[in-house]
């Protein structure tokens, strides 16, 4: 490879290193052509892109970038390096750990990862990178915890209702059980008060009369035969 051609692809990992704020640096080293094209195949299917490249012109196009923020990912360049590009920060983990599955072996193995500016170091994070929350993931969480007090309000608003109309037919029914009791209780004592005042009263008016008028009758009979 002449100069001309290191430089071109040090220009072309730039613009991924660039474009994409997540990679991973793994060890494809004993794997076959045909594991890599798989390996590369499964990538594909994720929107990972996955490049091989030489470790100095890896180190050279991250230097000429921003050398002290990618400096905790240089001593992880030796051996043979596969370079995966990612917008989900677990997405090649989770690629790396079941094609490691699949074929019973230990290849890719993690060097590095450089995720939103945290690196992790080392094949033993991988476990702990297919554990990492995507950005989706995180968004669903808040709409959950934010929906939840409302679910809650909704549910309040939606069983008071169902309250009211069940307390409106006892209070109903309590209202016409009352009245029948106040009308047999009160209609009673009227009649027993005003029936006697009315009897005792009217006989003394029309009695008084009458026996006035009857002595000037019996006065009349006695002294007529005297005459």
Known sequence: MNK???????????????????FYITDTE????????????????????????KNTLIKKALESLDSEK??????SLHKVT????????????VIISSFRKAQNGEKPELKAAFLNGDIFIGDNQLINLTKIKTKNEL???????????IQRVIGALQNRPEAAEEKA?????????????????TAPEAKVEAAPEAKVET???ESAPKADEAKPDSDNTEKAPEA
Do not use: W
């Not at 001309?4 to 997540?22: A, G, H, P």
């Not at 990618?70 to 001593?75: M, T």
């Open 30 to 53: 004993s794997l076959s052509v045909a594991q890599v094209t798989n390996l590369r195949r499964h990538c594909f299917d994720k929107q990972v892109e996955m490049r091989v490249a």
């Open 4 to 22: 001309e051609q290191k430089q071109e692809v040090i220009e072309t990992l730039k613009n991924k290193f660039s474009q994409y704020s997540n």
């Open 139 to 149: 968004i669903g969480e808040v709409i959950g915890l934010l929906m939840s007090p």
């Open 203 to 205: 006989p003394k008016e």
């Open 82 to 93: 596969a370079l995966m590009f990612s917008e989900s920060p677990k997405d090649p983990a």
């Open 70 to 75: 990618y400096a905790g990912v240089y001593d």
């Open 169 to 185: 037919p006892e209070v109903a029914e309590a209202k016409s059980e009352a009245a029948p009791q106040a009308k047999s209780e």
